[in-house]
Each structure stands twice: as structure tokens, then as C-alpha cells.
């Protein structure tokens, strides 16, 4: 079965301090994809990356980064430079194919998520 | 482009009542799902429509939740009766599939109250 584990519960930084969100994830496929989303206060899920099993390249955006191991399982999501609209709810997902009646559909695990709280 | 608009946006019930939610997906995205977010913790999906058929209701509480997508488009989802554990942001997403790879674009949610 597929999991999804955000261990950090809650992060302070102050402004300008780098983060590191951490993501750890379980799965029997060996093609699957990764995602990170961002939930403000207004509630709204918001698309930040998508990464698929095999690209384990790093991705950079900015001042967010992506660092995706396959032999740890893990895909860490770092800020650099904090600011205070990043303070936020963020969500690591996991998404498999699965077959049914229909044929394939996508299947998407949610971490529990981490709130990040950037105080200025 | 306009995104996915859901409403009401906020809605307190008291229990044994009835309720129901609305969604509009992103116009020409084919598979829309509901979500059940409780506080504190993540999105946990409740059904997934593939055009106007069900690919996925698994975890729906059938006995007292109901959703459907009659034109393919839009959809709605029922309450009914309400307990006091449905208290909880219902999500609702679009993607232009239904394949792993799609990224789901939320709306902003119906924060549901029950009393």
C-alpha cells in the first residue's frame, strides 16, 4: 500500500532562514509521481512541483528546491530565504496507477502535512 | 483561465440535516474528485469521476454521502444525514486525466460546520 509520511508537524523560521520540508513515501511501483503542494490560510491547494520516478535530477525554481532520492524513498522540498508568505501548510503527495473496471486512474496518497510558520 | 469554483463556501448544519456541495471543474478537464480534508490532517479522497462515470469511491461513506456528474461537467456532493464527524473542508479538483502522471488543481473548498 502506498504511504506518505511528513514527520515534521510544525517548523518556525525566522525571515530569511533556509527550510528543509522532509517527505518520505512508500510504494511497491517502480513508476509513480511526486507532488508538493502549498495550502495557505485561504485554504486552497496550490500546485508547486511534480517530479516522476525516474528523474531523479534536483529542480531548482527560484528560491524553492527539490531534492528527490530514490534510494531513500525521500523528496525534500527546501526554501531558501524565507519569507513570510511562505507560511503556510505544505503537502507531499504520491500518486500510482491503479486499474478498475473502467481501466487505469490515478490513484494520489497526501503526507499529513507541515505547517511552516516564517516569523519576521 | 478560470479554475475550479466550488460553493458554497462555508456551511453550518446542525446534525440529522441534510447538506450539499457544488463544483465546477477547469473547463475541457475530464476527471474531477472530491476530497475530505479534517483538520489537521491531509486530503483523503471520497470518489473520482471519470467524464460522468465513477472510477473510484472506495472510501465513500455510501450509507449517507452521494455525489454525482450527471453532463460530465460539474458535480455535486450530498450529506444527508449529517453527523457530527463530517465537520471538515470538502475539496474539490480537476485534471485534464485520469492517469498517475496528472497534476489536480484544487478548488478553494466548502468548510463544513455540523452542530
Known amino acids: 500500500a502506498q504511504k506518505v509520511t511528513q514527520a515534521q508537524t510544525e517548523i518556525s523560521v525566522v525571515e530569511k532562514e533556509d527550510v528543509t520540508l522532509d517527505c518520505v513515501y512508500e510504494?511497491?511501483?517502480?513508476?509513480?509521481?511526486l507532488f508538493w503542494y502549498k495550502q495557505p490560510p485561504s485554504g486552497e491547494l496550490v500546485f508547486l512541483i511534480r517530479?516522476?520516478?525516474?528523474?531523479?535530477q534536483n529542480e531548482i525554481s527560484g528560491r524553492y528546491s527539490w531534492n528527490f532520492q530514490k534510494s531513500t524513498s525521500s523528496f525534500n522540498f527546501t526554501i531558501t530565504a524565507s519569507q513570510v508568505v511562505d507560511s503556510a501548510v505544505y503537502f507531499c503527495?504520491?500518486?500510482?496507477?491503479?486499474?478498475?473496471?473502467?481501466?487505469?486512474?490515478?490513484?494520489?496518497?497526501f503526507g499529513t502535512g507541515t505547517k511552516l510558520q516564517v516569523i519576521p | 483561465e478560470a479554475g475550479v469554483a466550488q460553493s458554497p463556501r462555508y456551511k453550518i448544519i446542525e446534525k440529522r440535516q441534510s447538506v450539499a456541495f457544488w463544483c465546477n471543474p477547469i473547463s475541457g478537464h475530464a476527471t474531477l474528485y472530491w476530497y475530505q480534508q479534517i483538520l489537521g490532517q491531509g486530503p483523503k479522497l471520497l470518489i473520482q469521476?471519470?467524464?460522468?462515470?465513477?472510477?473510484?469511491d472506495s472510501q465513500l461513506p455510501k450509507d449517507r454521502f452521494s455525489a454525482e456528474r450527471l453532463k460530465g461537467v460539474d458535480s455535486t456532493l450530498k450529506i444527508q444525514p449529517a453527523k457530527l464527524e463530517d465537520s471538515a473542508v470538502y475539496l474539490c479538483?480537476?485534471?485534464?486525466?485520469?492517469?498517475?502522471?496528472?497534476?489536480?488543481?484544487f478548488g478553494p473548498g466548502t468548510r463544513l460546520l455540523v452542530l
Open positions: 469521476f471519470q467524464n460522468n462515470g465513477v472510477v473510484d
Open positions: 479538483a480537476s485534471s485534464l486525466g485520469s492517469g498517475e502522471q496528472e497534476t489536480q488543481y
Open positions: 503527495a504520491l500518486s500510482e496507477a491503479y486499474w478498475g473496471q473502467s481501466g487505469g486512474y490515478q490513484k494520489v496518497t
Open positions: 517530479r516522476n520516478s525516474f528523474d531523479e
Open positions: 510504494t511497491r511501483d517502480t513508476t509513480y509521481y
